[in-house]
Every structure is written in C-alpha cells, then in structure tokens.
C-alpha cells in the first residue's frame, strides 16, 4: 500500500512561498518522477511528503489517512538522500540495521533482512566494510538497502544519482528500474534531469517555480506538452522555437519544432538557413542551422550525414509535428 | 617544486627557528638535569657536590610525592570528566536557534580569557568564602551550615574552578564539531525512527569522538601544570591536599630553598607527563587518524 495524495498543499519559507496551492495523486505502486529546474520547489514538497518540513498548509494523506502532522518516522516512508546520509561510523550492517534495531526488531529478523537486502544490491561482500571504503556507486546502493528493509510504503528518492559519474549513473538508472519492477511500490523520484525522468517514470510531473506545469506519461509530455516551459524541458536536445509573426491577430506565435523533425533539404523548403557547427555522435549528427531571421536551431541529421559547415539548407518540419504556441506559452490545440 | 635544489633551500630556511627552539628547549632541560644531580641548597653555601640519584630518592620517596601525584590524577581526570560532559551539553544548547545566539556564544566563551590568577580570586572571595561568600549566604538562607569549600573540600573546589575556566574552551571546540556534522544524517535517522537519545548516541556522539579526543588531548597538556589557582586559593593545604606536582616542586625549590631536589622534581614531572602523553596516544590517539 502506498497511495499518496495531496490536497491544496502550500509551503512558505518566512515570508517566500515556495509552494503554491498544489493538488497531487500517487497511485500505489508508481513511478513518479518531480522533474524542474533548481529552486522550483522539487525537493521541498518531496521533504514535506517525509515529514522533514513543515506543511503550511493543506493535507497529506498517505494511504488515505492524514499525515500532514504525522512525525517522519511514523508516515512508513524511507527516503534515499542526495548525500546519502549514511552514518560513518557503522559498518554497512549496521547502517542498513539502525532502522530495523530502532524499531525493535528481533535480531533473528534483522540478520535475514540485511542479507536479503545485501543479496538484492549486490552488497553481501562489503557488509563489514565502513562507507568510507565504498565507491559512490555501492554508498547508493547502501542507502537504498537501508530503505528498503524498512519495507516502506513509499520510497523517497532525492537526486541520488547527481553524484554519480556519467556511465555509473546509466547503470544506477537501470537498477533502480529493476527495483521498482521487482518490488511494486511507490516510488517519488526527484531529479532536475530530464533523461532520468523519462527514462524511469511511469507519470512525470514537470515542476516550475512552485507550481506542477503537467503531469503524465514521459510520451503524453513529450507529444502534447501543455505549454512552452514543458515543451522546452522535456526532450533532448531542447525543442526549438521559431518566432513567425501572426498575420491575423497581430501577435506573434511560437512554432516548437523538436530536432528530431526537421526534414533537411537542399533544394527547398519552409526555413532557410546555414549549417553551424556539426555534432557527429556516430549514430546522428546535430546540425546548429542559423536561419534567415536569426534564430539558431538544432536539427537532428542521419550519422552519416554530408553537409559540412557553411552550406546553405531548407528546413521543413514533418507534418502534425509542429507545436503552436501563444504569447503567454501556452499550447495552442491545432484542429486536426 | 620537489627538486633537490629547493629542498636545501627549504632546510637551510628552516634552520634558524630549529636551532631556537632547540636551544630553548634543550639548554633548560640540561640546566635541570645537571641540578638534579648536584647538592644545590640556596641556604646551604659551598661546594656544590655531585650526589648522584640521592636527590630522586629523596623526592620520590617523600609521602608528598604520592599524595601530590595522586592529587594531580584527580585534578587532571575531574576537571576532563565536568569539561567533556558539560561542554558536549553546553554545545548542544548552543547550536539550538535561539534569539541573540551569537551573543551567547561570546558570553560563554568569556571564562577562557579571564587570568587564572583573577578567576582564582573571584571564586575564593566572592563566592566560595564561608563567611561572605555568595554559596554561604545561599546555604544560610536555606538554612544549613555554609561549607568552608578549601579546608573541608580543597582538591574538589580547585577542580570546580579549574573546570569553569576550561569549560567554554570545550564547549567552543564541541560546538563546531556539532555544527560539521551533516544535516541529513539527522534526517536519515528521523526516518528512521530514531529518537532524541538515539540519534545522540548513534550519531551526535561518535561524530563528536575526533572532537572529543582533542580536547582531552590539549587539555590534560595544560592540567597537567595547574599553578595558580593552587597558589592562590589553598596554597597546597592542608597539609598536601590540594597540592599537585607541579606545586610540590615549587615548594621544593622555591619554599624549601632545595634547588637539588627541586630539578629532581621538575625531571620526575617530565616523565610522568611523557608516560601520559604515550598512553593518551595510544589509548585515544587512534580517533585522529583519517
């Protein structure tokens, strides 16, 4: 069981609200990812969510009963910190145990949960070893076996993986999946990258100064982002704009076109412009194209891909792949 | 910046303080060892004659001698127990958010800077004193007899003035320790249902062993010679129990005139300071390593 719903809640630092009014529903068993820019109140609302800050106002309710005031301890949710947290001075036994040992548990059941845990994370050989003598990647690893033999409803992920190496963090990625695949319980993941997000969550809710942009599917977002901001901050690399004057209105509108669906010609096309710099990754190639107006955008091209710098290009965007902002950012629906 | 040419260089820079310090430790200590050897009575004129270890026999069977080392034990040991004890309190009552807290840390702190001299005096006339002083009037007035803190308890008013001078020296060092230690360690042990003690026991306390051994470290250097307040309060007595080592050579020397027996001392204290500092080491040293 790990259902976690928020109603109306705020949050004000002093006099600085960080959080506005804020309604939210966990189903138990999911995989939702806070994904933002930093300071957008990501971390606060999931430190509200353990009990560490205080809720100005609104209910918490885990599992259907209110917890807004319920001590950290007692909400039966285990958080893994960005740092961490592990204690330094204990064995990786007793730091996966300090839970267990607090909760009074027989030390019969404590022995089989850690090496349960441990054969889990792969940690069975570095139970007597201090956290100072493992690598980022099994600390991780310790933290996470620490929350888990706390059996919580939910689990509490604050940007473990941002102190983690490029490859490593690709692999941490991969197992944390595998747990939540294998575990089935409610995970709240809070990361400022994108990729993380769409790679691991079942719904996303993409954070902007204090406020839930949207939430859904990584797909539902990356097709049919609600406004420009969602737009920008899901995907990779970023969609880009183009400024086009409406000849009705008087306003200008914003075309989003992702690299990805750009049609590349030689010959004609909607935008012209003139290839910048190339990125070759082998498997594609990202052409910088300036166009005539001035705005620089990035185009996704095959790997092997012959245009060289300098050489003149037509865009085009694919068909039904165009997203049609207004002037506050918001998605205009094309009837289609 | 390792290459031969500089290293010579970095020695050669280096040999001017070496060779003071070296002086200034080495010239003393061979001026009392080559006392400790001789008959040198500031009363007694004439031939200063070698005596060989007479002087040591004469200071280390002396009953003083025990009852000022033992003396010297309890001061050393009673002033770390109050200081760790009532420093790590004192800390975590410091780092609490409270209103004008750095105010409060200054104050706190204040007890270290006064002379040992005057916080001697302070405590013998204004608030130890049996007649006038402010626990004698606190006892009269909850009707019990007031206590003559140095004729009935020296050893232990001593240690009480000596802990209140090292007190914030403690605190202070404690408190920034406390303030190292990681938030979300705390955090993390909320979760995980540890209480108040709990999360000092497993978590303030052993982060705070480093911090701890320090302070016993620095502190048993500066016990270890207590002078002043000695002096100043029960000048030793009665009889030898509130007189440390440090204050039983004085006396030699000094009191007694016996310059001898007095260096003979001074070599006794060396060592025994040497004994403490090894086992200090040994016992506690292994919390500064890395």
């Given amino acids: ?336 | 910046m390792a290459t031969t040419n500089s290293r010579t260089l970095a020695r050669f820079m280096l040999l001017p303080s070496v060779t003071l310090l070296l002086a200034w430790m080495i010239v003393p200590l061979c001026m009392t060892l080559y006392f400790s050897f001789i008959d040198y009575n500031l009363l007694v004129p004439g031939d200063k004659e070698f005596v060989g270890f007479l002087n040591y026999e004469f200071f280390l069977t002396d009953p003083a001698f025990f009852e000022s080392f033992f003396n010297t034990l309890y001061l050393v040991t009673g002033v770390l127990l109050i200081t760790i004890c009532g420093g790590i309190g004192l800390a975590i009552l410091l780092d609490q958010a409270i209103w004008g807290r750095n105010y409060v840390r200054i104050m706190v702190l204040a007890p270290f800077f006064v002379m040992p001299t005057v916080s001697a005096l302070v405590w013998k006339n204004m608030l130890m004193n049996p007649v006038n002083g402010l626990f004698a009037h606190f006892a009269i007035w909850l009707g019990f007899e007031p206590i003559d803190f140095f004729a009935q308890m020296p050893l232990f008013s001593i240690i009480i003035i000596v802990s209140w001078q090292w007190l914030p020296f403690a605190a202070l060092i404690l408190l920034t320790a406390i303030q190292s230690l990681d938030r979300e360690q705390l955090e993390a042990a909320d979760l995980d249902g540890a209480g108040p003690f709990s999360k000092f026991f497993y978590i303030v306390l052993p982060h705070l062993s480093r911090a701890v051994t320090a302070v016993i470290l620095i502190e048993t250097i500066f016990l270890l010679s207590i002078f002043a307040e000695i002096l100043v309060t029960t000048s030793g007595g009665p009889g030898y129990s509130s007189t440390n080592i440090t204050y039983l050579i004085y006396t030699q020397s000094l009191l007694q005139f016996d310059v001898g027996g007095g260096s003979a001392g001074g070599i006794v204290a060396v060592i025994i300071a040497n004994i403490v500092a090894i086992f200090l080491m040994r016992l506690i040293g292994k919390n500064l390593e890395g």
């Avoid at chain 1, 209105?249 to 750009?262: A, D, I, K, Q, Y």
Wanted: hydrophobic letters at 40%; glycine letters at 8%; a negative charge.
């Fill in chain 1, 1 to 336: 069981m790990g259902s976690i719903t928020l109603k109306q809640v705020t949050k004000n630092f002093d006099d600085v609200n960080v959080i506005k009014p804020l309604d939210l529903e966990i189903k138990d068993g999911e995989f939702i990812v806070f994904v933002g820019p930093s300071g957008c109140g990501k971390s606060t609302l999931l430190r509200m969510i353990a009990g560490l800050e205080d809720t100005t106002s609104g209910n918490i309710e885990i599992d259907g009963q209110d917890a807004t005031h319920t001590p950290p301890a007692k909400r039966g949710l285990a958080m893994v910190f960005q740092s961490y947290a592990l204690y330094p001075h204990m064995s990786v036994r007793n730091n996966i145990a300090f839970p267990l040992k607090r909760a009074k548990v027989s030390p019969a059941e404590i022995e089989s949960k850690i090496a349960n845990a441990a054969k889990i994370l792969n940690l069975t050989d570095y139970l007597d070893r201090k956290p100072g003598q493992l690598s980022g990647g099994q600390r991780q690893r310790v933290a996470i076996g620490r929350a888990i033999v706390r059996q919580p409803s939910a689990f509490l992920f604050d940007e473990p993986l941002s102190n983690l190496d490029a490859s490593l963090r690709v692999n941490m990625r991969l197992e944390i999946s595998e747990l939540h695949k294998s575990l089935a319980t409610t995970m709240i993941y809070v990361t400022h990258d994108q990729v993380e997000a769409m790679t691991m969550a079942d719904r996303i809710a993409v954070f902007n100064g204090g406020i839930i942009e949207q939430v859904g599917t990584p797909l539902e977002l990356y097709q049919h982002p609600v406004n420009k901001f969602v737009a920008g901050f899901i995907g990779s690399p970023k969609m880009n704009f183009i400024e086009v004057p409406n000849t009705e209105t008087n306003e200008t509108t914003s075309l989003g076109v992702r690299p990805e669906h750009f049609i590349i010609s030689q010959d004609a096309g909607t935008w012209a412009g003139k290839v910048g710099v190339i990125e070759h990754l082998g498997s594609e190639s990202f052409l910088h194209v300036t166009l005539t107006n001035g705005t620089t955008v990035t185009v996704k091209a095959d790997g092997d891909c012959p245009l060289e710098y300098g050489d003149s290009v037509f865009l085009t965007a694919q068909k039904n792949k165009v997203h049609t902002f207004d002037t506050n950012g918001n998605t205009i629906k094309v009837n289609n």
